[in-house]
């Protein structure tokens, strides 16, 4: 397993999408977090989202292109081997649990850092290193990673999945927004299975978004290993 996270981590470092993402993050976190106090003096703020304000650049971009970043880089991590028949030998050395595990975690090393060393950037400005802000975003990316090798898992071509994915990566984050705020019953009762509902709330919440990637990790592990590769 730890095999398929490194080869996995270091892949995605060496893509060039990946370091346009990265830049976009670190430009993105660096210049919000320095110019916060201007933006801070424009806005009619509480002193709790006064005090959170250097990391309102970061959160926007996570929130808002989050997904469709994650989906960019990850959405073939498991068809692509599939489709390319390597699968094929992967699975003769390790068990496909150890494979969709060890990708899933060099997918979610490769965001730890990058989410980490965003909020160095902002701590630079705010002087503090906000654990619970950065718990929030880090749980975020864990639900998008694993959705994007859930998805991976169960449409078989990548061509397909790099076109849902960048779909859905621009529809699930007005979707899941829409359904946390909505009256309407019909769609109010979605917001228990998107990660939004549980972020907008300052308690320990957020951690049911670990369970909802957890069980889409439990869907896409099951599926896995019934399927031919």
């Known amino acids: 397993m730890f095999m398929m996270c490194k080869r996995e981590f270091i892949s995605l470092f060496k893509s060039f999408k990946s370091i346009i993402i990265i830049a976009i993050l670190f430009a993105v ?6 110019f916060s106090s201007f933006i801070a003096s424009g806005a009619d703020l509480t ?10 650049g970061l959160l926007s971009v996570i929130l808002l292109f989050g ?11 498991i068809n692509k081997e599939v489709h390319e028949r390597t699968m094929r030998f992967l699975v003769t050395r390790v068990s496909r649990s150890a494979i969709l595990f060890g ?12 989410i980490t060393v965003s909020f ?24 998008q990673a694993a959705l994007a090798l859930l998805l991976s898992v169960l449409i078989p071509r990548p061509g397909y999945t ?17 359904a946390a705020f909505t009256p309407n019953g019909w769609v109010n009762w979605m ?5 939004f509902y549980y972020l907008e709330r300052d308690d320990f919440t957020f951690l049911v978004i670990l369970g909802l990637a957890g069980m889409m990790l439990l869907a896409a592990n099951a599926v896995f290993k019934r399927r031919e590769c």
């Open 29 to 34: 976190s660096y210049y919000a977090a320095k």
């Open 47 to 56: 002193a709790g989202e006064a005090e959170d304000i250097h990391t309102i």
């Open 67 to 77: 997904q469709l970043f994650v989906f960019g880089l990850s959405h073939d991590t």
């Open 103 to 114: 990708k899933f975690l060099g997918m979610w090393m490769f965001w730890f850092v990058c």
């Open 120 to 143: 160095l950037l902002i701590s630079i400005f705010s002087r503090k290193f906000d654990l619970f802000i950065f718990s929030q975003t880090l749980s975020l990316v864990t639900y």
């Open 162 to 178: 790099m076109f849902l994915g960048n779909i859905l990566g621009l529809l699930l984050p007005a979707f899941g927004f829409w």
């Open 191 to 195: 917001k228990y299975f998107v990660p």
